[in-house]
């Protein structure tokens, strides 16, 4: 988190860290944060800072976090060597790639859903939440491992490294 604030300098990306610092200090110094909740608590009956600005300001930050471009995929540096390796067939690699991403996303989605339906429903959600638990860390496993096997994503090419596989 704190190379990727200092790489990228974004506000979102400030913000998230101070916020985990004020965590972490939060747990060890429980009394003197008591004391200053009841300040912020005072600031707001005196400045009436209602609760919805604040959701509202949190959840443009928390998007301005997320709107930037996602340097980490799975299996970036996998098509960086591919690309790299058989040079005739780049669109067909990233298209590959693409989809595979695509169709995970998807049966992410569709599982997340099913298991907050049955958790809902006082079903017996753990269940269905570990096929896709287990495919994610299969799935992220395999991506370790081709970035052990290929390195930083660079070929006989000359394809420079990837960004790195999540």
């Known amino acids: 988190m704190i190379l990727d604030v200092t790489i990228n300098q974004s506000l979102a990306g400030i913000v998230q860290l101070s916020m985990f610092a004020i965590g972490g200090v939060a747990i060890i110094w429980r009394r003197k944060f008591n004391r200053c909740l009841n300040y912020l608590v005072t600031f707001n009956n005196r400045y009436k800072i209602t609760s919805t600005s604040l959701i509202l ?37 990233t298209l590959s790639f693409n989809v595979l991403r695509g169709l995970f996303i998807l049966y992410l989605g569709i599982s997340l859903v099913r298991v907050v339906q049955a958790a809902r ?17 299969a799935v992220t496993m395999g991506d370790i491992l081709a970035n052990l096997i290929i390195g930083s994503g660079g070929g006989a090419a000359g394809g420079g490294g990837g960004a790195g596989g999540g």
């Open 121 to 137: 429903q006082d079903e017996d959600w753990q269940n269905l939440a570990r096929t896709p638990m287990i495919i994610l860390i």
């Open 57 to 93: 300001i949190g959840t443009a930050l928390f998007l301005d976090a997320f709107a930037t471009p996602a340097h980490a995929q799975f299996f970036q540096n996998a098509e960086t060597w591919m690309t790299g390796q058989f040079t005739g067939a780049d669109e067909a690699i």
